[in-house]
């Protein structure tokens, strides 16, 4: 079935730098998208979404872009912080899907002082 | 805003018992949660979706038997593991979506199970 997937299963960056963290999905009727980060041993922590009519999206250090036309999804990271280590997974909503979520592989980011 | 938690947050039982884990959302109404399953360094499994005041809907290859859901209020679903085996250890999370919310899920702490 279709799924969404990620390139990088773990990334280490140096404390300060921008993070980068890539999604690909398959399925063209997605329409929106969430990234989660999840500290281990908790449940997932929402960080930010987008809707499939928009390209990027701002948070508070974080931007999310979305390119339909090959269908990825990127997180980054501005000034990456010890704080930021966890496991990041994207996760798509069908169209008309009553709202389930498809969860990514996930991405472990590690940040080395 | 948009809190979830959940109790017991880990829990050790014997196996054959049955284990309840309740989920709440603390201030929004959850017109549908979720329920899913994570084993160490894999993602999130979606077991079922619940909607208040109905039958959960149960994902493919998940016993309905043995993992009973119920959303008996618009803040509150439990589910319950009977006659729990080793191999249902895990740790459980749920989520809860509601009006205003769209589509966002919001997850729970998540519950540790270990069935010895």
């Known amino acids: 079935g279709e799924s969404v997937g990620l390139h990088l299963p773990t990334l280490s960056v140096q404390e300060g730098d921008n993070s980068i963290i890539n999604c690909a999905y398959s399925?063209?009727?997605?329409?929106?998208f969430i990234w989660y980060k999840q500290e281990s041993g908790k449940g997932p922590q929402f960080i930010i979404d987008?809707?499939?009519?928009?390209d990027k999206r701002q948070g508070q250090r974080v931007t999310v872009l979305l390119n339909k036309t090959v269908k990825h999804l990127s997180l980054q990271i501005a000034a990456t912080q010890p704080g930021d280590s966890a496991v990041y997974f994207c996760?798509?909503?069908?169209?008309?899907?009553?709202?389930?979520?498809?969860f990514g592989k996930g991405t472990k980011l590690s940040v080395k002082p | 805003g948009a809190v979830v938690s959940q109790h017991p947050s880990r829990v050790i039982c014997k196996s054959g018992t049955s284990v309840k884990i309740e989920c709440r959302s603390l201030?929004?109404?959850?017109?549908?949660m979720f329920w899913y399953r994570q084993f160490p360094k894999q993602s999130l499994m979606l077991m079922a979706t619940?909607?208040?005041?109905?039958?959960?809907?149960?994902e493919q290859g998940v016993e309905k038997d043995k993992f009973l859901i119920n959303h008996a209020s618009l803040t509150l679903s439990t589910l319950t593991v009977t006659s729990a085996h080793p191999e249902d250890s895990s740790f459980y999370i749920c989520?809860?979506?509601?009006?205003?919310?769209?589509?966002?899920?919001?997850f729970g702490p998540g519950t540790r199970l270990l069935v010895l």
């Open positions: 989520s809860a979506g509601g009006p205003g919310i769209q589509e966002t899920q919001y």
């Open positions: 399925n063209s009727a997605s329409d929106y």
């Open positions: 987008i809707r499939s009519n928009m």
């Open positions: 996760a798509e909503n069908i169209r008309g899907s009553q709202g389930n979520l498809i």
């Open positions: 201030d929004f109404q959850a017109t549908t």
């Open positions: 619940s909607n208040e005041g109905s039958k959960a809907t149960y």
